[in-house]
Nanobody
């Protein structure tokens, strides 16, 4: 089982990035998938997740309206479209897979990617 993130980088405030989480070793539609981030000096926090039961999505208040999570089952890939980025979005972003019902419960997630750095700065 492997999750590999890509798409991070340096972007100016107000800009956009799309992160990808490529999954191998299991079917994407058999796990909840979440995006988490860890900013310097802060604890890891949940950003968004997608529920395998009905494809519903949830977002942290800090990113609601700016970020969109989606998945492509055919490509076994989950995306995080990030728009109107702010300096406070700077963090290492990681995707994770967990059983149905993992939701925002970080300890429930069994598999993690290595993360991709997102830096928002002028």
């Amino acid at each position: 089982v492997q999750l590999v993130e890509s798409g991070g980088g340096l972007v100016q405030p107000g800009g956009s990035l799309r992160l990808s989480c490529a999954v191998t070793g299991f079917r994407l539609d058999s796990y909840d998938i979440g995006w988490f981030r860890r900013a310097p000096g802060k604890e890891r926090e949940g950003v968004s997740f997608i529920d395998i039961s009905d494809g519903s999505t949830s977002y942290a208040d800090s990113v609601k309206g700016r970020f969109t999570i989606s998945r492509d089952n055919a490509k076994n890939t989950v995306y995080l479209q990030m728009n109107r980025l702010k300096p406070e979005d700077t963090a290492v972003y990681s995707c994770a897979a967990g059983p149905y019902g993992s939701s925002w419960n970080e300890p429930y997630y069994d598999y993690w990617g290595q993360g991709t750095q997102v830096t928002v700065s002028s």
